[in-house]
């Protein structure tokens, strides 16, 4: 795929989303899960100091104790994390009254700045509590707090099979997309595809279901066509027309060189006659190119048919009545030009042959290919190499080729056929007018 594919940009725009959208839902799970760690952390936190609170006892001679031991044995375990203290808010500053077995010997410092006897962060919560002692009333801050790996470690764990899971759900999802995006892009492939046989003129309108998006399109294009379609017939009968005004002029010039050459006149006449036919066949050349700059047609022609036509016609020429015409060509064989077209293609062909041929012309469908073969003194290799360039101008590659042969490029081109010259196994020159496959 290219940059500019509809398909890779698709592609890219539904994996940045998908990226976009797990990399939120992967923080929001995130911060989620966090919270309620922390929360449950807290809670814990706040039954052991619930259990702190009820363990705690002053006895007859005034002195502060805790007659139960706390459920979790982490607190009887030198610096296992989870701590607590008690301590005596009365006076300037407070007093540390007790402290856990976790504390060991060491005093936990800066709790209030959330450290632990070695630095560490913990979480923690207190309170503060009064109490009737002795000589009155004791007012006692309760610290419960535990190591913060207790949130952290899980946020850890969490978020590492988060990314792993999350990657193969974004994998999923990108190959989702790309099964959407391709099953999406299949009508526009099947538009592609009519419009492929269009221009190759295996169709006339663009036919099928379409989704109802694409609808509109296929519609406009069909109105396109039709347009086309109709300036190609009015342009069709405009040359026709044109032709019928020059040709009768020209046909009129040929009877007064005739009549001139029945006087005698016969310099004049067949210096007027020469001229009318060199007139006439440019005409025809320019209202064959004019014609076929409209377009080609659709339709396919039956070849053996139209080789039987042209054959007809030819025979009535001179030396056409003694030449051998075979037509080859199998009889279900049809080609895709239209028939006016196929009929000028092949009536210059042949005709060209006519004037060369010895005693046989024939015509073969071989592979794809229109065969025109005559038995003449053929062509010098070196001047069918000369013909064979592309751009040459048939008509001056060698005298006699006439504008005939240039017609037959013309048409040639705009059916996209390959034309190409050799030497026939009858003796004379071999033209080869090639479909493709």
Not at 326 to 338: D, I
Request: with cysteine; net charge neutral; glycine share 8%.
């Amino acid at each position: 795929m290219n940059i500019g594919s509809l398909r890779l940009r698709l592609l890219v725009s539904a994996a940045i989303a998908i990226s976009l959208a797990l990399f939120l839902a992967g923080l929001a799970l995130t911060a989620l899960f966090e919270q309620q760690v922390r929360n449950r952390v807290v809670q814990e936190l706040n039954n052991d100091l619930l259990q702190l609170v009820g363990a705690i006892e002053i006895g007859a001679n005034g002195d502060l104790k805790v007659i139960r031991a706390l459920a979790d044995p982490r607190y009887k375990t030198p610096y296992s994390g989870k701590y607590w203290r008690i301590e005596q808010v009365d006076g300037a500053s407070p007093t540390e009254l007790l402290r856990s077995r976790s504390l060991w010997d060491t005093d936990a410092k800066n709790t209030a700045a959330n450290l632990g006897p070695e630095g560490e962060p913990l979480v923690y919560v207190e309170r503060t509590i009064t109490i009737k002692g002795k000589d009155g009333d004791v007012s006692l801050h309760l610290f419960v707090g535990t190591h913060s790996t207790e949130v952290d470690s899980p946020i850890k764990q969490f978020r590492d099979q988060l990314i792993l899971y999350l990657s193969l759900i974004g994998a999923a999802l990108t190959v989702a997309a790309w099964l959407q995006v391709t099953i999406g892009l299949r009508p526009l492939q099947a538009l592609q595809k009519q419009i492929s046989l269009l221009r190759n003129h295996n169709l006339k309108r663009l036919e099928g279901e379409f989704p109802t998006e694409v609808e509109p399109l296929v519609s406009e294009l069909n109105d396109v066509l039709d347009i086309r379609d109709k300036s190609l017939e009015r342009a069709r009968q405009r040359a026709g027309d044109l032709a019928h005004g020059l040709m009768t002029p020209l046909t009129i010039l040929s009877a007064i060189a005739r009549e001139l050459d029945k006087r005698r006149l016969t310099k004049l006449g067949a210096e007027i006659e020469e001229q009318a036919e060199n007139m006439r066949r440019h005409v025809e050349r320019g209202l064959v190119r004019a014609r076929l700059s409209t377009g080609r047609g659709h339709d396919l022609t039956p070849l053996a048919a139209t080789v039987d036509a042209v054959f007809s016609t030819l025979k009535r020429l001179p030396k056409g009545d003694v030449i051998k015409w075979l037509n080859l060509v199998p009889k279900r064989v049809t080609v895709p030009v239209e028939r006016n077209d196929l009929l000028e293609l092949l009536g210059n062909v042949l005709d060209n042959a006519r004037k060369y041929a010895k005693s046989m012309i024939q015509v073969s469908y071989v592979d794809n290919c229109i065969m025109v073969e005559d038995d003449g003194a053929g062509v010098p290799d070196e001047e069918i190499e000369t013909i064979r360039q592309r751009g040459r101008r048939l008509d001056e590659a060698r005298k006699g080729f006439g504008l005939g042969l240039a017609i037959v490029e013309d048409i040639a081109d705009l059916y996209e056929l390959k034309l190409s010259y050799g030497r026939s196994e009858l003796g004379g020159l071999q033209v080869k007018l090639g479909f493709a496959p």
